[in-house]
Structure formats: C-alpha cells, structure tokens
C-alpha cells in the first residue's frame, strides 16, 4: 500500500516537473538568447513602424534599447531604456516584470534538477512511474497543459486583445500601467503584438515537439506490446 502511494506521488511529481522544465526552457532561452529579438527588428519591420510615428531611431538604437532594458530587469542594472525615453509609469511595469522572469527562471532549474534526480531513481527502479492505458506521466501530463494551450489558442485566434487583458489581469492584478501611450513610452513600438504572437509560437512549438516525444515513444511500444501479445495468442491457439 505504501508503495503504492509512493509510486503515484512520485510518478505525479515525475510528470509535473518534466512539464515545467519542458514549458520554461523556451521562455528562459527568449529571455537570455537576444538574437531571438534582433531577428525580429526586420522581419517586423520595427523601424519602419518607429518612422511611422516620426521617430528616427535606427537597427542599433531599438537593439541597445533592448539590450539596456533587459541588463535591467535580469542583471539588476540601473533602469535603461537606450536612447528611447520613458515615462515612470512604463518604467514601474517592466520593473513589475522582474518577479515573473525570476519565477520563470528558479521553475526551470528547480523542476530540471527534482526531473533528473526523479530520473535516476526511476531507473534504479525506486519507484515505478503509473500506467494508465499504456501511457505514463510524463505523456499525460503534458498533454493536459496541451489541452489547456490549444483552449487558449482558439480564444487568442478570436480576441488576442481579450486574451492579452485577461493575462495582465492575473499577473499584474490592480493595475494598468501595463496600457502603454506611445508618446510617452515610445519603446512600446518594438513590442507589437505579432511579437509576442511569436514568442508564443516558438514556446508553443518548443513545448509540442517535446511533450510528443514521451507520447510517441509510449505509443510505438504499446504498439508493440499489442502485436506481440497477439502474435502470442495465434501461435498458442495454432
């Protein structure tokens, strides 16, 4: 019984962490791997959007404004926006940002290092990972968070807006300094919406490809099991 018991809370924490790990990389290799951001100053054409509003900012201005900005909120440097100036308002949010890139940060290496140990000890057979229908935790819960993103995607592929408000409203309850005026934050203008519909793109897909991987696997060899227990049978019957 007590084997039991431990074979399902460590099966859960076993599937929970490789959740975590497998939905914070990308978010955490965003936020350290800026090549991720170059790449979109052109590809979104953001200059030409900067010179629809009159502001001649150039590729090297909008990239260490970039740069500062997050030597800022991940290095603890003195706030910088480059060259672009700010109002205290759109200062205060990128600062509320800060608690969210570190829990983002402290959850992937935590559910990385508890992933690795749970690992090792289910290959040592301490603990049994569950089976249910041939599919264990590590297919089931990720599909789970799956599901929930698809529901998300079908609700942002309708009102991106709505979706976007409702996420501000949980995460930075109480507050709206988050609706940034271009006048006064001009460096909102880098930050447009099909920005962070790529960076939800690329999370996304990162989180798909390798939530499928345990489920293909699993798949392949309860196939297997299946041909070989009917192949058992015809020979017994024969």
């Not at 260490?64 to 003195?78: I, K, Q, R």
């Not at 460096?187 to 798909?208: Q, R, T, V, Y």
């Amino acid at each position: 019984m007590k084997r039991n018991a431990l074979n399902i809370i460590l099966s859960s924490f076993y599937g929970i962490t490789y959740t975590l790990m497998i939905f914070t990389f990308p978010i955490c290799f965003i936020l350290f791997n800026r090549w991720f951001f170059y790449s979109q100053i052109n590809y979104l054409h953001l200059l030409s959007y900067l010179h629809s509003y009159d502001l001649n900012f150039n590729y090297l201005d909008v990239k260490n404004a970039y740069d500062s900005l997050m030597d800022s909120l991940l290095f603890n440097f003195p706030f910088s926006e480059g060259k672009f100036y700010y109002s205290e308002s759109g200062m205060n949010h990128f600062l509320d940002c800060m608690p969210l890139f570190f829990l983002c940060i402290i959850t992937f290496f935590v559910s990385f290092v508890i992933f690795f140990i749970l690992l090792i000890l289910n290959k040592k057979k301490i603990f049994t990972n569950f089976n249910i229908k041939g599919y264990s935790s590590l297919t089931i819960a990720p599909l789970i968070l799956i599901l929930f993103f698809i529901i998300i995607a079908i609700c942002a592929s309708i009102n991106f807006f709505a979706v976007f408000q409702v996420f501000h409203s949980i995460f930075f309850p109480g507050k709206d300094n988050w609706i940034f005026i271009v006048e006064n934050d001009p460096i909102i203008l880098i930050f447009p919406e099909a920005f962070f519909i790529n960076c939800a793109l690329f999370i996304a897909i990162f989180f798909a490809v390798f939530a499928l991987i345990p489920f293909i696997n699993e798949s392949i060899k309860k196939y297997k099991e299946k041909k070989k227990s009917k192949y058992l049978q015809n020979n017994i019957k024969a």
